[in-house]
Structure formats: C-alpha cells, structure tokens
C-alpha cells in the first residue's frame, strides 16, 4: 500500500511539473505588472501566474503553519489543566486515608 501512495505522489508530482512546463510554453507574451507603488518589468504570463500560485502555496502552509502550531499548544495547555484537575480530585477523594 506504501508503494501505491509513494507512485502516486510520484505521478501527481510529474503530472504538475508538466503541466507548469506545458502553460509556461503557451503563454510567452510579455506583460508588465503594476503594483500601484511600484512597476515590475515586462515578464511572460506564465512567469506571473506561476509566481502567484507559488506564492498562494507558501502563504498558505505558513498559514496552515501557524494554525497547527497553536492546535498543539491548545492541547498541550488542556492535558496540563487535565492532569492538575485528575492530581486535585485524588487528593479529595480521600483514598489515601484507609
């Protein structure tokens, strides 16, 4: 089943390098981009529409990042307030004195 999901990645990983090579080859026609503050030289199509989508991807996984990092101090923050609450009910329930 390992093999499976490793030829798969494998093959959806081919399939996009492709696929970017195949977009960035249809669309050369060179186009400037204003950003309101500033110009950027005229570049091909592609080249802005990939450089978009890669930065839509690292914004994204630093988002998706930072969510999962706060998750785990969520969670790190409840067993600590669970095994202090297990600790005092223990304490109250009086087994230690038979």
Known sequence: ????????????AVGAVAAG?????????E??????AVQLPAQPVAIWVL???AAGVVIGLGAGTLLAI????TIRRL???RDRLMAAAEKG?????Q
């Open 21 to 29: 090579g195949l977009f960035s080859l249809q669309n050369t026609e």
């Open 93 to 97: 329930t009086g087994l230690d004195s």
């Open 31 to 36: 186009i400037p981009l204003d950003l309101i």
């Open 51 to 53: 450089a978009a989508l």
């Open 70 to 73: 706060r998750r785990s101090a």
């Open 1 to 12: 089943m390992r093999w499976l999901r490793q030829g798969l990645t494998l093959l959806l």
């Open 79 to 81: 067993r600590k307030q």
